[in-house]
């Protein structure tokens, strides 16, 4: 006795086969039909345009390669024109005043500014020393820029900045002081202990600065007006300190007292001029020029006044001596 299945098996074996000859048949016509497309396409493409190169580029390259190459090369012209033009930093300017004024929209103004360690600068001068202006947002504020920018400035020795957010900026500042004023070629500036020139001469406010003169001065002058000042009686008097040939001072007094240095022993010729002071009031007598560059003697200038009485008194000495 058969079972119920036992005939069915066969016949769809048979069906498979039939199917998969059918799916077959669909797939090569599909195929074909591909193949034809892609003749056709390749056909249309050479009649356009007959160059190989141009038609493989137009049946593999994306169809808006052509528009973003456009853009790319109109941006191009343009920045080669900013940059042929001479116009970068007015573009860069433009950009960031853009980005910052969106900043500021967004609340990252800067609405609060607190500078400690300032006495001679004001804090308008840091702000414009440091490139922060009423159009900075603290967001795009770069601190490290901000830094080096005060430290390029010859007042401020060292600075550090501190963004606190949304709105605050806190500038510390160390200021070099002024030393001196020094004078060179007939121009004047006020310097620093180790020679920095901080700026040109254009206020009183230094005018109580000692004065030092000549090429070299500038960088030699701290540890000579301390060796001077070991010595009261000139220092009290001096009004300018004269570095002659880079090699050696002259000190001018007060009353117009030149006093011309040696170039060693400097210590020991200071000694000696107060000790000649105290014993015969040397610095207070009628004349023009004191010259100790010899070790061995010192010499004096008369004034022209002084010069005439003493002449005159050598006349009349001269004249005693011829009657006796």
Same mark, same amino acid.
């Given at each position: ?15 498979? #086969? ?20 892609? &003749?056709?396409? &390749? ?29 790319? %090369?109109?941006?191009? /012209? ?5 940059v ?15 980005? $910052? ?14 500078? $400690? ?8 001068? *840091?702000?414009a ?26 007042w ?6 501190? @963004? ?8 510390d %500042?160390?200021e ?8 060179? $070629?007939?121009?004047? /500036? ?8 901080? +700026?040109?001469?254009?206020? =009183? ?6 004065? !030092? *003169?000549? @090429?070299g001065? +500038?960088?030699?002058? =701290? ?9 009261? !009686? *000139? ?10 040939g880079?090699?050696?001072?002259n ?11 040696? +170039? ?6 200071l ?6 002071? =105290?014993?015969?009031? #040397?610095?207070?007598?009628? %004349?023009?020029?004191?010259?100790? =560059? ?5 010499? *004096? &200038? ?23």
């Amino acid at each position: 006795m058969r079972s119920p299945g036992s005939k069915a098996g066969p016949l769809k074996g048979a069906g498979l #086969l039939r199917l998969a000859a059918s799916g077959a048949r669909i797939l090569l016509r599909e195929q074909i039909a591909k193949l034809k497309r892609a &003749r056709a396409e &390749r056909l249309d493409a050479r009649a356009r345009n007959p160059n190989p190169a141009l038609a493989f580029l137009e049946r593999h390259v994306p169809r808006r390669l052509g528009v973003a190459l456009t853009v790319i %090369i109109l941006g191009g /012209s343009a920045a080669l024109g900013v940059v042929a033009g001479g116009h970068v930093d007015k573009a860069i300017g433009a950009l960031s005043d853009t980005r $910052n004024a969106l900043a500021n929209a967004a609340g990252f103004r800067i609405t609060s500014v607190t500078i $400690n360690g300032r006495t001679q600068l004001t804090q308008d001068e *840091v702000l414009a020393a440091g490139g922060v202006t009423g159009r900075s947002s603290l967001l795009f504020l770069d601190a490290s820029d901000v830094r080096d920018r005060l430290k390029a400035d010859p007042w401020i020795a060292d600075a550090t900045v501190l @963004k606190l957010y949304p709105g605050a900026l806190q500038i510390d %500042i160390t200021e070099r002081r002024p030393f001196a004023l020094w004078q060179e $070629n007939g121009k004047l /500036s006020v310097i620093t202990d180790d020679g920095t020139v901080l +700026e040109p001469y254009v206020t =009183r406010r230094f005018a109580s600065l000692p004065l !030092v *003169v000549g @090429k070299g001065a +500038e960088t030699r002058a =701290r540890d000579f007006l301390a060796l001077v000042a070991n010595y009261p !009686v *000139v220092n009290s008097q001096l009004k300018a300190a004269i570095f002659v040939g880079e090699r050696r001072w002259n000190l001018r007094l007060k009353d117009g007292l030149d006093i011309r240095l040696p +170039e060693k022993d400097v210590g020991r010729a200071l000694a000696s001029l107060v000790k000649y002071d =105290r014993e015969d009031k #040397l610095l207070s007598r009628d %004349i023009t020029a004191i010259d100790m =560059r010899l070790p061995d003697r010192l010499t *004096v &200038r008369l004034s022209e006044e002084a010069a005439k009485a003493r002449e005159e008194q050598f006349k009349k000495s001269s004249k005693k001596a011829g009657s006796a």
